[in-house]
């Protein structure tokens, strides 16, 4: 069950998040109705647990995680995923057309796992014991690090820096707050899964497929 359903798409407000929430854990009911709990993988958010508590951006998926709160249910918390499609796709795709830039100084780490991994991670989740797992790539890169190596890929040109504040009025606030945040995926290692894949050699062939 992926908590995160149906895809936020800014801008995205506080408004949008609690509609979200309550759609999320409608879904997580319907599922928890229908299946047992020891079968059931959910794929939630990093951004649930984090130095300064949950980001907004995370509510729907806490939202879905409570259904199946002392159930024998698998969670898997993953962070901003890069593949063919998805959110990164989107920024990539911004930077080429010079409509994005980097939200405040940029100093900010944003942890990343491979669409690859993200689906070996759930399919490994499924023979584990139940309990909230979170699965992250290591040595991840700050905002500005990430905007720069995608540019230099394709051989577009650097972004400057907008201020948080215009940001939000394209975005919405809660997007931008989960781009400020300096992300740590908290959550126990999923058991015998380890990473294979690495934001500094796929990201550029993930983003042109």
């Known amino acids: ?8 798409v800014p801008p995205l407000r506080r408004r949008h ?10 879904g997580a009911r319907a599922v928890a109705s229908a299946a047992s709990p ?8 990093c951004a649930i647990a984090g130095p300064r508590g949950p980001l907004a951006i995370a509510a729907p998926a806490r939202a879905a995680e409570g259904v199946f709160a002392g159930a024998d249910a698998r969670v898997v918390r993953l962070p901003w995923a890069y593949g063919s499609s998805g959110f990164i796709k989107d920024v990539a795709r911004g930077l080429s057309l010079q409509r994005i830039r980097v939200v405040g100084p940029g100093t900010n780490r944003i942890q990343l796992i491979g669409a690859r991994d993200a689906a070996m991670a759930l399919i490994a989740a499924a023979t584990a014991p139940p309990g909230a797992y979170a699965v992250a790539e290591e040595g991840a890169p700050t905002q500005v690090e990430l905007v720069h190596h995608i540019c ?3 051989r577009a040109p650097r972004p400057d820096h907008l201020p948080p504040r215009m940001a939000s009025l394209s975005m919405g606030g ?13 959550g126990a290692p999923l058991p015998g899964f380890h990473v294979r894949q690495s934001w500094r050699e796929d990201l550029l062939e993930t983003l042109t497929a």
């Open 1 to 8: 069950f992926h908590a995160g359903q149906p895809r936020m």
């Open 17 to 26: 998040i609690r509609r979200l929430s309550s759609e999320a854990e409608a």
């Open 152 to 154: 230099a890929s394709r």
């Open 38 to 45: 020891d079968a059931t993988v959910v794929l939630a958010s």
């Open 174 to 186: 809660v997007v931008v707050e989960a781009l400020l945040a300096d992300q740590r995926a908290e």
